[in-house]
Structure formats: structure tokens, C-alpha cells
């Protein structure tokens, strides 16, 4: 029996649940790379953020890459590091408070870096420990099929292409950003490189560090890890100055655990049948609409179809809708080998990465709690929510 099943009593419904034992193994495989390669691979909070696992986080690595002043504040104060910081606008208002959590700024345009780097000089100037800046460069390549999730799409607001940037860098500028990646393989991060060296390899002399950004899911069933080593052992061997570094979000947590929610009512219109649940996917699992992505049902099968008419085939084959008032609040077809009874437990697998930080309260619906098995097997309740969380939202 898996730690899950085995602890479903001592679970709420709903919950987020990372099993501690499968995080770890994730971390090793990481710390792995890192050690073998030498490049640093550090976690974009914008895939996670549950701050009360950091303790275990920091086993492995040492820092963080942030997107926003709360995600830099939340690297500085509960991660104990500087961030990585990069956002595709800083707000004047936020930026000095940015420095004070940041290792180093990275700037989405050219204007952005004219507009702050007098901030960061002043900064420099006055502060021991110095903030480095960076540039996002955009290499016009990208193997993502998603347009939604395609930095390097035609018209991106993403980055500086090369035929924009000057002959000579702009003063302070210590690297170059590229993220062009999601959920793809060392041979895609291979195939990117080509292009990233073409366009961009003239300022390596000029630069201290390259930043390959997120998408990079080593911890994959079928990643090529040993291939991944190699192409970052080649990389810095072509240019041996340069510090590389990773900034992957799901390949921390993926696979990592389920959310566990409950059937609340089970209804039939026209044949189809739809278990509602005590979750929702617009509220809690967003990505299974924006994707749109079909998540695994734990005991059940997936039906690669929402025809009707397969909804109507009979044998336990259903939809699983949400416990909002959106119509599209829904998600199917999967079949289970049995009926499904009110209060009975439902299980989606590999939850954890892109959903607690995806979440919202649309329709003040209840967000899942959030829970830990840790490595003895036991389950800890490390967040619950309450109307006064929802409430404050609104303050």
C-alpha cells in the first residue's frame, strides 16, 4: 500500500500532499547534475513556493530565482539567500526593496536597465554586499508547442534580441538570461544552444555568467541526465569563464504528490454523468484548463476524449467537475471500475508543482489545505485555510 492510501484517514479533504521521500529524490538527482556539470541550478519559486519545505531545499542548494518583489522578499526571509531577480517590468516603487533581496537584477529591455541602473549603482555604492545586473536576451528559438507557455514566440515582450543590443554592453552588465525552455529534454537544450551561441556568443568575452532559465525536467522518467551533464561540461569548456546556471521550477516537484479531494454529489444530464468534487480545476489546478492539461486519476483511466458520446458508453466512465459556479469548471472523461459514492476519496497525481502557486479563491471557494509525509511515513499538516483568508483577500 502506498504512503498516500495508507494515510487517507489522517489526510483532509481537500489537501495538496508532497511525500518528503520523493522530494528528496528529486534534490539528489539535481544536486547530481549541479556537482557533475558544474553549473548551479537553483528553484523559480513561479513553480514553487511552499516555504515551510525550504529546511529540506537547503540540503541540496543555495539559492532561489524570483520573478517579484514578494517572491525575492520570500528567497531573502525564508529561503535565507538573495534571489535571482528577474521581472518583465520593476516598478520604481518596489526596486529598492528588490536590491535589498536580490543577488543579482536581471532586465527585460533596454529601457528598463537605463531606468534602473542608476538605482543599482547608488545602491552599490552605498551597500557591502553588491547587487549584479543581467540582461534577458531573447534567441528567437524554441522548441515549446504551447504558444501560451512560448517566450521566444513571434512579437514576445520577452528579452533583447541580438540585433539590438550594442557592440559594447551597456556598464555593470555581468550576464545574459535565456529562458526558452518547458518540460523539454537536453537534446532540445542542446538544439537551443546552437542558436544561443550564433546570436549571442560575440558578448561572451563581456559577460560573467549565463542563465539558461527554467523548462529544464531532469527529473523526468525518460530524461537523459548523463546527456544533460555532457552538453553543460561542453558548454563551459567552450567558455570556461562563464558560471552556468539553472533555474528549473516542476523538475524540483515533480511527481512529488497528489491533491486529494472528495466526491460531494454525483449528476447526470443527457446520459453524462459528472462526479463534482470538493475541489476545482479553475480554482486549484488551473493548468488542466489553460493548457489544457489531462491529469492522472489515481485508479481510474483516462479517456482521451470529451466526445459525449463516449460519456455515454456506460462503465463507471466519468466527468469530474468542480465546485465552482463556471460553467467550464470540468474536466473528463475518465473511467473507474466501479461507481462512485459520495464521500469517497479522489486522487490526482502529481499536483504539486504549478497549482499552490496558481491558486486563487475565484467564487470564495475553499483552498486545499497543504500537507507533508515525511520520511517516516507520517502525515503533517503544514497550512490550512480559513474564511478570514479569503475575507482579507478582499480588504
Known amino acids: 500500500m502506498d504512503n498516500i492510501t495508507a494515510l487517507l484517514n489522517d489526510i483532509p479533504s481537500p489537501c495538496y500532499v508532497v511525500e518528503e521521500e520523493l522530494l528528496r529524490r528529486n534534490l539528489q538527482l539535481i544536486h547530481k547534475v549541479a556537482e557533475e556539470s558544474g553549473a548551479e541550478i537553483i528553484l523559480a519559486f513561479k513553480a514553487f513556493a511552499l516555504w515551510k519545505t525550504f529546511p529540506v531545499f537547503r540540503e541540496y542548494i543555495s539559492h532561489t530565482t524570483a520573478s517579484s518583489i514578494f517572491e525575492a522578499r520570500l528567497a531573502f526571509e525564508e529561503f535565507g539567500s538573495r534571489a535571482h531577480t528577474y ?86 552588465i555581468k550576464g545574459f538570461h535565456v529562458h526558452c525552455h518547458c518540460e523539454n529534454d537536453s537534446y532540445a537544450l542542446e538544439r537551443t544552444l546552437v542558436h544561443i551561441e550564433e546570436k549571442f556568443s560575440r558578448w561572451f568575452d563581456q559577460i560573467e555568467w549565463l542563465n539558461l532559465g527554467g523548462g529544464h525536467l531532469m527529473t523526468r522518467k525518460d530524461y ?42 454525483v449528476v447526470e444530464n443527457a446520459g453524462v454523468k459528472t462526479a ?90 475553499p483552498h486545499p489545505a497543504i500537507g507533508m509525509v515525511t520520511t517516516d511515513g507520517k502525515f503533517k499538516l503544514l497550512r490550512s485555510f480559513t474564511y478570514e483568508d479569503y475575507r482579507d483577500r478582499m480588504d
Open 224 to 265: 537523459d541526465v548523463n546527456h544533460l551533464i555532457g552538453v553543460l561540461k561542453g558548454l563551459r569548456k567552450r567558455y570556461p569563464w562563464l558560471k552556468v546556471i539553472l533555474e528549473p521550477g516542476s523538475a524540483f516537484a515533480w511527481q512529488t504528490g497528489p491533491l486529494v479531494a472528495s466526491v460531494v454529489d
Open 87 to 172: 521581472s518583465p517590468a520593476y516598478i520604481e516603487s518596489d526596486f529598492h526593496q528588490i536590491l535589498d533581496y536580490s543577488k543579482c537584477v536581471t532586465f527585460n529591455s533596454l529601457s528598463q536597465y537605463q531606468r534602473f541602473f542608476p538605482l543599482v549603482e547608488d545602491y552599490n555604492q552605498n551597500h557591502e554586499e553588491k547587487v549584479q545586473m543581467g540582461l534577458r536576451v531573447n534567441p528567437e528559438y524554441s522548441e515549446i508547442e504551447t504558444l501560451l507557455y512560448n517566450p521566444c514566440a513571434p512579437g514576445s515582450r520577452f528579452g533583447v534580441m541580438a540585433a539590438d543590443l550594442p557592440t559594447t554592453l551597456p556598464d555593470g
Open 276 to 365: 463534482i468534487l470538493d475541489v476545482s480545476f479553475t480554482c486549484h489546478m488551473p493548468d488542466c484548463l489553460e493548457m489544457p492539461y489531462h491529469p492522472q486519476v489515481r485508479g481510474a483511466v483516462t479517456i482521451e476524449s470529451d466526445d459525449l458520446d463516449d460519456a455515454r458508453k456506460g462503465g463507471h466512465i466519468y466527468r469530474l467537475g468542480g465546485n465552482s459556479c463556471l460553467s467550464g469548471d470540468f474536466m473528463g472523461l475518465w473511467q473507474f471500475d466501479h461507481a462512485l459514492q459520495v464521500g469517497e476519496r479522489i486522487i490526482f497525481e502529481d499536483m504539486i508543482h504549478y497549482t499552490t502557486v496558481k491558486t486563487n479563491m475565484f467564487n470564495g471557494i
